[in-house]
Nanobody, 121 residues
Framework: QVQLVESGGGLVQAGDSLRLSCAAD????????MAWFRQAPGKERQLVAA???????YYPDSVKGRFTISRDNAKNTMYLQMYSLKPEDTAVYYC???????????????WGQGTQVTVSS
C-alpha cells in the first residue's frame, strides 16, 4: 500500500518562498493523481493543487500564480513550490493520492501526516 510523507514545512515570513516535498512509497505513483491540501485549525480541508498522471496541473484561485505543483516519477516524489507566501497560507499541508479524477477530499485514498507551514506578517 501507499505511504506518503511530507516534508519542507516551516516558519517563513510573508513574501518568502518554500518548497514542500511528498515522498510516496508504492508501485502506483506514476498512474495516480497527486494533490496538496491544507487545513487550518477550525477550518475545512481545502485543495491547494493537484497534478494528474499526465502532469496536468490544477490550482484554485487562492493560489493560482503563486504555487506550482510538480512530480518526479523516477523519485516517487511530488513537490509544491510556493512563492509570495501570505499569512492566510498558514496551515498544515497534506499530501494525498487517488486513482480518481475527482479532486474532493473524499476522493483521495491516501494521506500523509501533514507538514506545518506558518507564514508570519
Amino acid at each position: 500500500q501507499v505511504q506518503l510523507v511530507e516534508s519542507g514545512g516551516g516558519l517563513v515570513q510573508a513574501g518568502d518562498s518554500l518548497r514542500l516535498s511528498c515522498a510516496a512509497d508504492g508501485r502506483t505513483f506514476s498512474s495516480t493523481t497527486m494533490a496538496w491540501f491544507r487545513q487550518a485549525p477550525g477550518k475545512e480541508r481545502q485543495l491547494v493543487a493537484a497534478i494528474s498522471p499526465g502532469n496536468t496541473p490544477y490550482y484554485p484561485d487562492s493560489v493560482k500564480g503563486r504555487f506550482t505543483i510538480s512530480r518526479d516519477n523516477a523519485k516517487n516524489t511530488m513537490y509544491l513550490q510556493m512563492y509570495s507566501l501570505k499569512p492566510e497560507d498558514t496551515a498544515v499541508y497534506y499530501c494525498a493520492e487517488t486513482v480518481s479524477l475527482e479532486l474532493t477530499p473524499t476522493a483521495f485514498n491516501y494521506w500523509g501526516q501533514g507538514t506545518q507551514v506558518t507564514v508570519s506578517s
